[in-house]
């Protein structure tokens, strides 16, 4: 079985700051060509009038939340609560993988992949950083593993690597070593064709001060019908 189409991107929040949109996967957030397709580009053509600023960003492959400034003001505290950890994150992957322990921390550094500098490995190495990854089980069916990550750094795919290196690697992430199919006890074949990765919840201070900003977004109908198929169920996947 496959997953279904998505759909295009949804603003799901405007003010005078700033703009949440949920991004569907396949589209990548910044392109290196100002013309070719992408989130930045799409949003540009919303707001012609505006000159909405990518303050986060999702692999191509990734569904979920990607916030825009439109503000000075809104950059700079968006850029400080990236800074401070006040930028928060919640994402649900699915793996096909059993994780034995419930929850923990992934503590790896990230440097570039000496084979592929467009990926990453879970060591030392050139350009090292330091990454750290919170997760937990959020709920498990008989075929797979719904994990509830949250990133306190921001490296280059660095859930998606952390994953990798822990032994559950992200199902459809060929990329990082991940089975893009998966073969039920009743013979159903079940086929991931991208990495079941979604940004469901992001959460940082106002720029217009008072409480912080939260926002959630439902996981894509892919990644649902994914999870369904694998035997877990639509109310498991919030954030």
Request: hydrophobic letters at 40%; a positive charge.
């Amino acid at each position: 079985m496959r997953e279904a189409e998505s759909v295009g991107p949804e603003i799901i929040h405007r003010d005078e700051h700033l703009l949440v949109v949920h991004k569907p996967p396949g589209l990548p957030t910044t392109a290196p060509d100002a013309g070719d397709r992408s989130l930045v580009r799409w949003v540009s053509q919303q707001f012609v009038d505006l000159r909405p600023h990518a303050t986060s960003r999702l692999d191509s492959p990734v569904s979920g939340l990607v916030t825009f400034t439109l503000t000075t003001k809104a950059n700079r505290t968006l850029l400080d609560a990236r800074r401070t950890g006040a930028y928060q994150r919640v994402y649900l992957g699915v793996t096909i993988a059993d994780v034995l322990v419930e929850s923990g921390d992934w503590g790896w550094p990230i440097s570039i992949d000496p084979s592929n500098y467009k990926l990453r490995v879970a060591r030392a190495g050139r350009g090292e950083r330091s990454a750290l990854t919170r997760y937990r089980v959020a709920a498990r069916s008989p075929a797979a593993t719904l994990l509830r990550l949250m990133p306190i750094t921001g490296r280059t795919h660095q859930i998606r690597v952390h994953a990798a290196r822990a032994g559950s690697p992200l199902f459809g992430d060929h990329a990082y070593g991940a089975k893009r199919r998966a073969v039920m006890p009743d013979g159903t074949v079940v086929t991931a064709r991208r990495v079941m990765l979604h940004c469901a919840r992001l959460s940082f201070p106002s720029p217009s001060g008072g409480a912080p900003m939260q926002f959630d977004a439902p996981a894509r109908r892919d990644m649902e019908t994914i999870w369904n198929a694998l035997g877990g169920t639509a109310s498991d996947l919030q954030p």
